[in-house]
């Protein structure tokens, strides 16, 4: 910046004998105090101040020849204040995209926003392309309204260009957020409509990702075929452009899909190959995604919550250092929910209630229909039969909203057992019903064995023993078909209410249940590390520690 300046040591040394800076290291000086420092700069005229940063700028050019990438920032600062437009825009932009690639998602807004203040109003099309960046940030950290505001001006530059490529952008991250926010119809329309668009009129790895998020709508409204056959239609089409985080996104979603269609073998085999892409593309966001997902199949078809609450705990924490609000949300769910598997209703209930927080700030209203039933199940095991209508009511309301069948489906089960524990017995009957509905109407036969028990439980706690024996026979049924419960929140509640109709009716086959029920129970408990958490895990669930108790009364040791 100096150039051929002869005095330059002479000048050092004396501000360094004034204590106005002190040598950290050659060529390296730190002011003794900030106010020196910004009074040294306020001292120049502002015509003065943009000629040095315009040095400067052309001097940190030539020391990063190569490497600019690690100091987009830097070079960006200096481009903006000596209002050199056109690199304060590319440097600026550049800043952006590699805050966001490493997850400083504030700081990548901020780069955005600073660059649009140097395009030309007139240039539509520099103004949308930093907008959709900016948007795709919003969606990352939760910001429903910011995001909705960003793309409402891009849909509006978009017409005004007749842009058939932004056209089709915008309707893609359109599909996006409509599905975030629980509006799957909506989702999907706008999926469709995107995919009307030549594909040469859109950006092929957000053609292909616009398809998943059509693919995990269908997943929502429990339409698994359709949802499978476009996942694996995008998985195809990621794996010929030779797209890994592509393939890794419709892996998870197969995954996903796989464990709703009672396919655990498969589902294990989609989760693991993309754990296997996220940890080789090294992307922390892939990899809080695919442990939260292998936790969700360790948990509902194994069993084995211990290992899930180690997954969840691992993918919580990556989501807080990236800042991925949604990521949080539904971590903070999952744990919640093993934690209340496990017996650990304080933990849960702490979880439960950060994970609602975050679900209403971010607007997901999935995660929040599903958070509100899992705090109903907490709420009914610990006897608190108010509050866990309460909760159940509201997540019944919400999953109607967003079209949610399977959220119904279970807000109506969890609304049964709270009336049961009211004591309100017609009302208990009548919510078990609907969920019983919901479930053969989705094709869900082991899901739908929970309900039938709580029609079981119910008829037994009126004397109703003709009905009561009519639903236990269906789940007994079940069970000697060598079907599995795969995916029921509390297996061995379904057993029990079994286990309680045989005794009443002094039916030899209640000792077989018992059995049944208690080598699932044994298994669970074997995955525990400790005798304190295997007691626990017992201990303050009612219908396992009665069904314990009966084993130690009836079976042999």
Same mark, same amino acid.
């Given at each position: ?166 056209? $089709? ?26 995919? =009307? ?143 209340? =598997? ?72 969890? =609304? ?36 039938? $028990? ?104």
């Amino acid at each position: 910046m100096l150039q051929n300046n002869d005095k330059l040591a002479d000048e050092l040394g004396e501000a360094e004998r004034a204590n106005i800076w002190s040598a950290v290291s050659p060529f390296r000086y730190l002011f003794t105090h900030g106010l020196l420092r910004d009074a040294a700069y306020a001292m120049q005229m502002r015509a003065r101040r943009m000629e040095l940063h315009a040095s400067a700028l052309e001097a940190l050019e030539n020391i990063y020849v190569g490497e600019e990438e690690h100091h987009y920032g830097e070079l960006a600062y200096h481009a903006e204040r000596a209002i050199l437009s056109d690199k304060a825009l590319h440097y600026l932009r550049h800043a952006g995209k590699a805050a966001a690639d490493s997850y400083q998602n504030r700081q990548a807004v901020d780069y955005y926003t600073r660059a649009l203040a140097f395009v030309a109003p007139e240039d539509l099309a520099t103004q949308y392309d930093l907008l959709a960046e900016r948007v795709e940030l919003f969606s990352r950290m939760g910001k429903r309204d910011l995001q909705w505001k960003d793309l409402s001006a891009l849909e509006r530059w978009a017409e005004d260009l007749g842009d058939a490529d932004r056209i $089709a952008k915008v309707l893609m991250l359109r599909a996006s957020y409509y599905f975030v926010t629980g509006d799957y119809l909506n989702s999907i329309d706008c999926a469709q409509r995107a995919g =009307m668009y030549p594909a040469s009129a859109a950006d092929t790895e957000l053609a292909l990702y616009t398809q998943l998020v059509w693919s995990q709508a269908l997943l929502r409204l429990g339409r698994l075929d359709e949802a499978m056959q476009r996942a694996y239609e995008a998985l195809t089409g990621d794996r010929l452009v030779i797209n890994r985080k592509g393939e890794f996104k419709a892996l998870a979603v197969m995954g996903l899909i796989a464990l709703e269609q009672k396919e655990p073998a498969a589902a294990q085999k989609y989760l693991i190959e993309a754990l296997e892409i996220a940890r080789e593309v090294n992307d922390p966001g892939f990899q809080a995604r695919a442990l939260n997902n292998l936790a969700l199949s360790e948990g509902s078809v194994h069993g084995n919550y211990a290992l899930a609450r180690e997954y969840y705990e691992q993918s919580y924490k990556i989501a807080r250092e990236i800042g991925d609000r949604m990521a949080e949300s539904f971590t903070l769910g999952n744990l919640g929910f093993v934690a209340g =598997m496990q017996g650990d209703f304080v933990a849960a209930r702490s979880y439960h209630e950060q994970a609602l927080f975050v679900a209403r700030e971010i607007s997901n209203r999935y995660h929040e229909t599903y958070t509100l039933i899992n705090l109903s199940a907490v709420a009914g095991i610990q006897n608190e039969a108010a509050s866990a209508l309460q909760y159940a009511g509201q997540a019944l309301e919400l999953a109607r909203k967003i079209s949610e069948r399977a959220g119904e489906a279970w807000g109506l089960l969890y =609304m049964g057992h709270a009336y049961l524990l009211q004591n309100e017995f017609h009302l208990a009957q009548a919510a078990y019903l609907k969920s019983l509905e919901i479930r053969n109407e989705l094709d869900q036969p082991s899901l739908a064995m929970e309900p039938i $028990a709580g029609l079981v439980e119910t008829y037994l706690r009126t004397n109703d023993l003709e009905p009561a024996s009519h639903e236990a026979e269906k789940i007994l049924n079940f069970l000697e078909s060598g079907s599995a419960l795969d995916g029921a929140d509390e297996p061995l509640r379904v057993y029990y209410a079994c286990y309680l109709f045989l005794e009443k009716n002094q039916d030899p086959r209640s000792k077989q249940i018992l059995q049944s029920a208690m080598n699932l129970l044994e298994s669970q408990v074997s995955k525990f590390s400790n005798d304190a958490a295997r007691k626990r895990y017992i201990e303050n669930i009612p219908w396992r520690r009665a069904l314990r108790d009966a084993a130690q009364a009836f079976l042999p040791p």
